[in-house]
């Protein structure tokens, strides 16, 4: 069976600094893909960004970097140069390919705080 | 931008009442979901369809149902609500088919069964 964990329940981090959220996975699917989203307090959940198992290079998209370790099944979260903004919930999830494509799976979630 | 709406936002509702909510994307996506979100538990899935009249049971699919009749709307019912349907519910949308094909999320809403 699937499954992602988070198990970091909380983080806080100042203004400016870099955090890593961390997301371990277990699948038995030869190919997936991997999902980082954040929930601010509005409660509606943003796409942040996305690694597919076969990618070589880690995904980036602008302060956000994915640190994929493919042999250790971990797939943590990067922030760069933390925003007072990027306080919120960040949700790891998992989608399989081989039956069942279209479902993800979450992990728990991470409340990350950021101070000034 | 792709825009997922939910019905409500907050939703109060009695013990053994009907329960409906509603979901409607606008950007002729195939597949959408319903999931709850409890603290601590993370989204479960509860229902998805991939195309009209078709659904699929999720991981959590006890006491919903769910109703696709046309493409951009997707409902999800609770029959007879109970306390512990108490949650957040979160609706989804996407295209489907390519790998790294995001869900784009509603604002949820936040239903309470007295």
């Known amino acids: 069976a699937q499954k992602i964990t988070q198990t970091q329940p909380g983080m806080f981090v100042q203004e400016k600094e870099a955090v890593t959220l961390d997301c371990t996975y277990d699948t038995s699917d030869p190919s997936y893909g991997l999902f980082w989203y954040k929930q601010p307090s509005s409660g509606e959940m943003i796409f942040l960004i996305y690694q597919g198992s076969y990618d070589q290079q880690n995904a980036t998209e602008g302060r956000y970097s994915l640190n994929f370790q493919k042999a250790r099944k971990s797939a943590n979260l990067v922030i760069s140069a933390s925003q007072l903004g990027d306080s919120a919930m960040y949700f790891c999830a998992m989608r399989g390919f081989s039956g069942g494509y279209n479902k993800l799976i979450f992990g728990a979630g991470t409340r990350l705080a950021v101070h000034p | 931008d792709v825009k997922v709406t939910q019905s409500s936002r907050y939703l109060v509702k009695r013990t053994g009442e009907k329960v409906f909510l509603e979901c409607v994307q606008d950007?002729?996506?195939?597949?959408m979901f319903w999931y709850r979100q409890d603290p601590g538990l993370g989204l479960r899935l509860i229902y998805f369809s991939y195309d009209v009249k078709m659904k699929e049971k999720g991981d959590i699919p006890e006491g919903y149902s769910v109703s696709r009749e046309k493409k951009e709307r997707f409902s999800l019912i609770l029959e007879s609500a109970s306390t512990n349907q108490t949650s957040m519910y979160l609706c989804?949308?996407?295209?489907?088919?390519?790998?790294?094909?995001?869900?784009?999320f509603g604002p949820g809403t936040r239903l309470t069964v007295l």
């Open positions: 989804a949308s996407t295209p489907g088919g390519r790998a790294g094909d995001t869900q784009y």
């Open positions: 950007m002729d996506h195939e597949n």
